[in-house]
Structure formats: C-alpha cells, structure tokens
C-alpha cells in the first residue's frame, strides 16, 4: 500500500502563491503516476495536475501557466505550486497516486486552500 502525507494548505490573497507537498510512503514501486486533485463545495473532484514515473507532466487548462508540479524522487515527494491564485482555486485538494495493483489508487487526506482578501 502507498500512504500519502499532504502539507501547505492554507489561507491566501489573491494573486498570492502556495506550494503544496506530498510525501509518499509504502509500496512506492507500485506508483504509475502521482497528481493533485481539487473540489470545490457542491462540484465534483477534478484533476489539477498529473505527473508520471518517467516524469511526463499535464495540467488542466485553468492550472496552465500558473501551477507547476514536479517531483524528489530521493524523498518520494511531489509538489503543486500554484502562483497568481484565484478566489475560484478555493477548494480542498487532494494529492493522488495511481498504483500498478490492487487497489489501484490512493489519496492523501485533503488539504485546504482558499484565497481570499
């Protein structure tokens, strides 16, 4: 099993920056890929961004240009960092990992993020 540690939520301006981190631990040799996911109150979970073993990454068209996900493999930790925040990036985000076997995905436990003035 992979169990995932998140960190770096909070309260931020508008226009502001946060980085997020996400710390792997576990059957690591199972992860496929890692991403962040978000929800927003009364929307459904969407993919923010997604990066692969070999480090390929995408972005959903909102994310492009302002987050930026990336990787430490020696401390098996993926990161979103998110500039020029919108008041509409306010949800819960969710770090992910896509396994190779059973039960095929797993999920931090959700960190807040809101921006607000």
């Known amino acids: 099993q992979v169990q995932l540690a998140e960190s770096g939520g909070g309260l931020v301006q508008p226009g502001g920056s946060l980085r997020l981190s996400c710390a792997a631990s576990?059957?690591?040799?199972?992860?496929?890929?890692m991403g962040w996911y978000r929800q927003a109150p009364g929307k459904q979970r969407e993919l923010v961004a997604r990066i692969t073993r070999g480090g390929s990454t995408g972005y959903a068209d909102f994310g492009k240009g302002r987050f930026t996900i990336s990787r430490d493999n020696a401390k098996n930790t993926v990161y979103l960092q998110m500039n020029s925040l919108k008041p509409e990036d306010t949800a819960v985000y969710y770090c992910?990992?896509?396994?190779?076997?059973?039960?095929?995905?797993?999920w931090g436990q959700g960190t807040q993020v809101t921006v607000s003035s």
């Open positions: 576990g059957s690591i040799l199972a992860l496929n890929a």
């Open positions: 992910a990992a896509d396994l190779g076997t059973f039960p095929f995905r797993s």
